[in-house]
């Protein structure tokens, strides 16, 4: 027995996984510190015969998997290094992948037998277990499915202590047993964060607010029915990213975040293991003061693991958490959000910001209807069931109002039901065409979320002139009102990101002026909102706003491509709703139509021939859309679902994943921002480095079918 296991050890020095026969107890080798404590012993191959108490390859020679060397040094499912030395048992699967034996031990304890990295199903899966009388921990092994834990050949060559402080380690369920009745076990907020005064947001600047006429002047003795304002708002500048030096850096709102994600049978696969990967990125990107909850939903929906701050131990069991999921079932959409709805109205204590997001690739079966609806093929009503009181607000806006940023996944989503949610919540709808770039899309919204700055901003109107009134207010999804005498009005504009801007046009008359001013004063314009960090209310007041009342007009008097370009904006939205209409109804030729004369209409505009880039990309897009419309299959499988997610972006002006990309489009990027950016770059960076993650690169505007990531 000396030679064999002097073989031994010259394999694992040599990282080589190798089977070792049953020693007797005479013949056990003396400790040495040439065993890794990282070194598994690979389960036996076929060939081998089991009988006795020994177990003896049927070939004389020992078989050997060389895999150790070529796997990562990082482990997919946490993130944290494996190298050797740091205590941690090593599992190298047979496609050649690596793992921390903890963190694919729980992944396979739920069920997963396939490899989170290639998706390779696995014949030999690693399985944790006592180890008679000593404790769990004390010992590990890896199995075969039917071979039982007390093989002795399956038994790591010694036990692996855990690691004094070390999250990894720490004994917390994934699944709490059984799940509570009352979400009201979130971990409390941490004080540094929540207190803080308005000397820590000295050097932030506030919110910007211009106003621009659609003309100069208007002659003194001419007057104007329908004459258009563009109120235009600029959140301040983030002053926390790579560039700004640590002293310099101000602290940003904290966030609640719960994901509600869909677990069915058809996110089986690349979408499950890609869809883990992107959850994985916005966990590694929170920060210890955030807070995140998940929730899975196919036929039932299931808490993961309560509203936690995303401290190492926390993301480390939020990880392992993720990482368990297996796709089964049907899709009950409903009760994903109303579970998730329920973390956030039991929280005993609640961050700055709070947000919902949402993935799913079908159809609720459980709980919408069919129902005559030409603009969206469904009630709206049904959409509403979707939605718990404390997400959507109720129809008297008691509720909390929780945005659901909803990402609809692949050709057989309810592009129609997930654009409704979001948008009776407040959020986004974005349309992920290809699994690739699910990380992305994630990617974008959060990189948003992290950097709020303002919340619950509200602009309110009001005329100066005895003589005008406001005529109507254009603010797409935002809330709006108009007082019954034309002398007022508000916009609930709500939560601002970093360096996030808002345009606004409303119309007024321009009477006669019966004096000899060469100015008439037409609007005030206020604007107040919360610091969510200080809790301080900051209200701002501009300039009144004014048009000269010259006797002639001059040559030199000209449109303003400021509001021009915004008229365009919202008259391409509002052929796109048009658009949607008849093609819902059947008829893609009037629809199709609707878009190429909208497209004609723009073309002539004084912005679009002054070669304003957001012309430029409204045309590039409906373009787009019309070529999405080529057919009833194709309408179905993109057309519906490329148009809601345009209409989400240019109702609530603010970035979303379309199709295929985030960022090959200049019409997402106009909304993008500087915080979006960044975090997209860290996700591309992080991909760049994963050959299983590799996108393919598409033409700009084009949706030709690609094949799948492997």
Not at 99 to 124: M, Y
Not at 252 to 277: C, E, F, H, N, Q
Not at 569 to 574: I, S, T
Request: proline share 6%; with cysteine; net charge positive.
């Amino acid at each position: 027995m000396g030679s064999k296991w002097k073989k031994v050890k010259m394999a694992l020095v040599s990282n080589l996984c190798v089977y070792v026969p049953k020693a007797d107890a005479d013949d056990s080798p003396p400790h040495s510190d040439g065993f890794s404590d990282a070194a598994l012993l690979s389960p036996a191959p076929a060939a081998w015969s089991m009988s006795g108490s020994a177990t003896r390859p049927a070939s004389p020679s020992l078989r050997l998997s060389k895999s150790f060397n070529r796997s990562s040094k990082t482990c997919t499912i946490c993130l944290a290094s494996m190298k050797r030395g740091e205590g941690q048992a090593i599992f190298t699967a047979e496609c050649s992948h690596s793992f921390h034996f903890q963190c694919i031990a729980s992944n396979v304890k739920h069920g997963n037998q396939i490899c989170p990295v290639c998706r390779a199903k696995w014949k030999e899966v690693p399985l944790q277990g006592s180890t008679g009388s000593g404790p769990p921990l004390g010992r590990t092994r890896i199995n075969p499915v039917n071979w039982s834990q007390d093989n002795p050949v399956m038994t790591l060559l010694r036990p692996i202590p855990p690691r004094p402080n070390s999250p990894r380690h720490a004994a917390a369920p994934v699944f709490p047993v059984p799940e509570p009745t009352v979400f009201n076990d979130d971990e409390p907020l941490d004080l540094k964060f929540s207190n803080r005064t308005s000397s820590d947001s000295c050097s932030l600047k506030r919110v910007s607010v211009k106003t621009y006429t659609e003309v100069p002047a208007v002659p003194r003795f001419s007057a104007a029915a329908d004459f258009t304002v563009l109120i235009h708002l600029k959140a301040p500048v983030s002053n926390s990213g790579p560039t700004v030096s640590q002293a310099n850096r101000i602290p940003r709102a904290p966030v609640d975040l719960v994901t509600v994600l869909d677990i069915s049978g058809s996110m089986a696969g690349t979408k499950l293991a890609l869809l883990k990967r992107a959850m994985g990125f916005v966990i590694q990107n929170l920060g210890p003061a955030d807070r995140l909850a998940v929730i899975a939903f196919s036929s039932t929906a299931r808490r993961l693991f309560s509203l936690r701050k995303m401290s190492d131990m926390g993301k480390q069991h939020a990880l392992q958490a993720v990482n368990s999921l297996v796709a089964n079932g049907g899709t009950n959409i409903a009760e994903g959000l109303r579970k998730g709805g329920k973390v956030m109205e039991d929280r005993r204590e609640k961050n700055p910001v709070s947000s919902v997001i949402l993935l799913s690739d079908g159809q609720d079966t459980y709980t919408v209807t069919s129902g005559p609806n030409p603009g969206g093929g469904q009630n709206r009503s049904n959409y509403q069931l979707l939605l718990p009181q404390s997400i959507h607000g109720g129809e008297g806006g008691s509720g909390i109002k929780i945005p659901v940023h909803a990402f609809g996944f692949g050709s057989d989503h309810d592009a129609s039901s997930m654009h409704s949610i979001s948008e009776i919540s407040g959020g986004t709808f974005s349309f992920i065409e290809t699994e690739s770039v699910i990380q992305d899309a994630f990617a974008q919204c959060i990189g948003g979320l992290l950097s709020v700055v303002v919340k619950g901003a509200q602009v309110i109107l009001e005329s100066v002139n005895p003589n005008v009134l406001l005529g109507s207010l254009k603010a797409g999804s935002y809330k709006n009102y108009l007082m019954a005498d034309g002398k007022s009005g508000c916009i609930d504009v709500g939560d601002l990101y970093a360096d996030e801007e808002r345009d606004f046009l409303v119309s007024v008359n321009i009477p006669t002026e019966l004096t000899s001013s060469n100015k008439t004063s037409l609007l005030k314009v206020r604007c107040h909102y919360t610091d969510p960090l200080t809790k301080e209310t900051v209200n701002l007041e501009s300039e009144v706003v004014g048009i000269n009342r010259p006797e002639n007009l001059g040559p030199e008097v000209g449109v303003s491509i400021e509001v021009d370009r915004q008229k365009n904006r919202l008259q391409a939205a509002e052929a796109m709703v048009q658009a949607r209409t008849a093609a819902e109804e059947g008829d893609l030729a009037q629809a199709m139509g609707t878009l190429e004369k909208c497209r004609r209409i723009l073309a002539e505009t004084v912005s679009a021939k002054s070669g304003d880039r957001l012309c430029a990309a409204l045309d590039a897009e409906l373009k787009e859309m019309q070529e999405r419309m080529a057919s009833r299959h194709m309408y179905e499988a993109s057309g519906r679902a490329y148009i809601l997610s345009g209409l989400s972006s240019h109702s609530w002006q603010r970035a979303t994943a379309r199709g295929d990309s985030t960022d090959g489009s200049s019409l997402v990027q106009s909304y993008q921002t500087p915080s979006m950016v960044e975090m997209l770059t860290r996700s591309q960076a992080s991909l760049l480095g994963s050959p299983s993650a590799q996108r393919p690169i598409r033409p700009v505007w084009s949706f030709a079918s690609q094949p799948k990531p492997r």
